[in-house]
């Protein structure tokens, strides 16, 4: 069965970007892809060290912690939703410990390391053929940057982005609040969003 994670950064507990990923996911269930949200915040996972163990481990040689299980359902995932609130015009510390291990290894499990007199042909990576989009939430500002900085991660790491009529953002959180469901803009676009993420993923897995 087709299937789509949806990993969300957000250290709080019921947060407004659990709010929009969850509902986009359950816009993905009436299109019958089978879903899993992942929340970020009861999870441990260290910060890369750039000790670039992986690339000749073909694995994160960090003391373990909950990288490998994310990891794990990321690569059995045909698409991937990243969620984040923006905090101070950037996504979360939670997303960025993450995605810096995930792509360096996801990289280096299909290519070995040139030296500076060999040229990269790059092999794909581990997330080869699967669609990504992102979801950022803010109060006001900082949207571009952070939604930016997800896009960045998702196309240089071989993924393909799926957009909806508006940018995938939600507005929420003013004071704190979770509020993310007043946000009736935001609710249309993570359904488009939704629609068009199962209509791709069907029409590569065909
Ligand atoms: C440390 C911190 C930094 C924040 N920085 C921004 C910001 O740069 N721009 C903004 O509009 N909102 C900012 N906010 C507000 C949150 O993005 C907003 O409340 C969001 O809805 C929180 O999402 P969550 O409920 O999923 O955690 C910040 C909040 C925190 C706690």
């Known amino acids: 069965m087709l299937k789509v994670v949806g990993i969300v950064g957000s250290p709080r507990v019921k947060s407004n ?12 269930e009436k299109h019958g892809i089978q879903t899993e949200l992942i929340t970020l915040r009861d ?32 690569l059995e995932a045909d698409g991937i939703l990243i969620g984040s609130p923006v ?14 291990r995930a792509g360096f290894l996801g990289r ?16 794909g990576t ?18 571009n940057f952070t939604f930016a900085e997800l896009l960045l991660w998702m196309t240089v790491n071989d993924l393909m982005v799926i957009g909806s009529h508006y940018w995938n953002v939600g507005v929420a959180g003013k004071g704190g609040a979770v509020d993310a469901h007043e946000d009736l803009e ?16 069907k029409q590569l897995k065909k």
């Not at 905090?87 to 810096?100: E, I, Q």
């Not at 280096?108 to 092999?123: G, H, L």
């Not at 581990?126 to 949207?143: D, E, H, L, N, W």
Request: with cysteine; charged share 25%.
């Open 126 to 143: 581990a997330f080869s053929g699967k669609v990504a989009a992102p979801i950022t939430v803010a109060r006001r500002a900082g949207q």
């Open 43 to 74: 999870k441990k996972i260290h910060h890369c060290t750039g000790c670039y163990g992986c690339i000749e481990a073909k694995k994160c040689t960090l003391p373990k912690d909950d990288f490998d299980e994310v990891f794990n359902k990321m």
């Open 108 to 123: 280096w499990i299909n290519n070995d390391m040139k030296d500076k007199s060999e040229n990269y042909q790059w092999k």
């Open 17 to 28: 970007t659990e709010y929009y990923t969850q509902f986009t996911l359950n816009e993905l």
């Open 186 to 201: 935001g609710e249309s676009i993570m359904q488009h969003l939704a629609e068009n993420m199962a209509h791709v993923i």
């Open 87 to 100: 905090y101070n015009s950037s996504s979360t510390a939670l997303v960025k410990a993450l995605l810096d």
